[in-house]
């Protein structure tokens, strides 16, 4: 089956191709989305699902096309109905014709994966610009797999919008912010979702971790100190244990973080920086600030994690603190620097 599949966006677009990958069949992704506004949120979603499809080795056209002017000449005078009488059609009906010009035996579109988008309006007009073209619909309820969608689109970096497309979405995102909720079939029951990375406190046996621990820091002694009296928090990638952190109390406004570490094989994959949003999350609402002290090398790393105001240097602190040089890489430590994060402040 040769399938062209519309695509709103990267996030919509990872269970369906998941699933009819498992069917055997390899989907073409068809980006034309006229509807998103403005420009840079545009811009942002095309390029998510471009760089998505380039990695996971899905084709992906691109029909370039902002239609601000057009869409609000279209809609201006039935905004209510926007969605079901210019947003869906537009999009589906240039699916079609491009299947059809182009030699596709099928279509589908990814607005079958949203739990918030009219379902049963776009099953039923893709049924009629079948019959109209002569191209076969290809239909599935993705929404089953929504939550196992959303889950593994956040664990993979995908940008996440935050509205459903055009201007007018985005307007009621402010205006309502506790919409109705989605209505679904009834018995509708999502799949299970097992969720390949898990963080969670540890509260027993904080000792199992110690070899993991010593990696970032070299000292028994000194981890013993603040594991005795701080936080310690696990990361497992498939029920695999892959990152490590610890975190203590300072005073009632501060925290500081003591100890973060990533298995060997688990480097250079994002496990640091889940944990760090993990724990940036979990304090913010107690917290005010998270410290971190830091050798030289790993500066530039924090500060791209929002660790960017500096707050002190510690001279001689690996030398003092340490009975063995510390080296990090070709660094011989010396000094310790510490910077912190301002939990507060959601730009961060």
Known sequence: MKLLMHACCAPCSVYCI?????????????????????????????????D????????????????LDEFCKNVSNKLESRCVDYCYPIRLRKTFEYAKENGYDAVSTTLLYSI???????????????????????????????????DKAKEAGLYMQKYCGCIFSEESRYNNPNPPKPVL??????????????IKKEKDNKEQYMDLLLEADPSKDMINDYLRDGELFVLTYKEKIACVAVVIKIDDETIELKNIATKEEYRGQGYGKKMLKYLA????????????????????FYVKQGFDKYEKTIKNYFIDNYDEEIIDGDLHCIDMYYYSKDLKNKEK
């Open 185 to 198: 079939p009834e018995d509708f029951e999502f799949l299970p979702v097992k969720r390949s990375i898990v």
């Open 281 to 300: 999350d979990n304090y913010k609402q107690k917290y005010n600030k998270m410290l971190v002290g830091t050798s030289e090398n790993n500066i530039p």
């Open 18 to 50: 998941d699933t009819l990958r498992k069917e055997g069949i390899e989907p073409t992704l068809y980006w034309y989305n006229p509807n998103i506004h403005p420009y840079k949120e545009y811009v942002a979603r095309r390029d998510c699902l471009i």
């Open 52 to 67: 998505y499809t380039s990695k996971i080795g899905i084709k992906c056209i691109v029909e370039d096309e902002y239609g």
């Open 116 to 150: 918030y988008q009219k379902h049963d309006f776009i099953k039923l007009h893709c049924e009629k610009l079948s019959k109209e073209f002569g191209i076969d619909f290809l239909y599935r309820d993705f929404r089953y797999g929504f939550w196992e969608g959303h």
